[in-house]
């Protein structure tokens, strides 16, 4: 069965805008389920691996939900003292991950630690 569940926290700037929730808002409601449901399978059951999840690089991992019309959304993210943090998300369009989608997901996740 399912363990404690660890608490999301979403990244927010100094002027208290949190663009992955924004990014959440502005996705159709069938997309916002998808991956809402992705993020509480995260929170149950973490650790989790693929499909669900994957690490990226220095900390950082990516939760995959498979969206309608071949699209595919990752919201990256990190775990520590007990909390995920969740720091960028996007609809993927290449087989990489974009190199700037890394670098400001990273750097919110820095931000988030100190």
Known sequence: MWSEKFPLVFY???????P?????????ED????IGRDLQRLQFRWPVGMPLARPLMRGLAEVRTALRGNRIARVLFFVERGRIGVVHGFIKKTERTPKADLELALARMKEMLE
């Open 31 to 34: 997309d916002r389920k998808l």
């Open 20 to 28: 992955v929730r924004e990014w959440l808002k502005e996705l159709p």
């Open 12 to 18: 927010r700037t100094l002027t208290g805008h949190e």
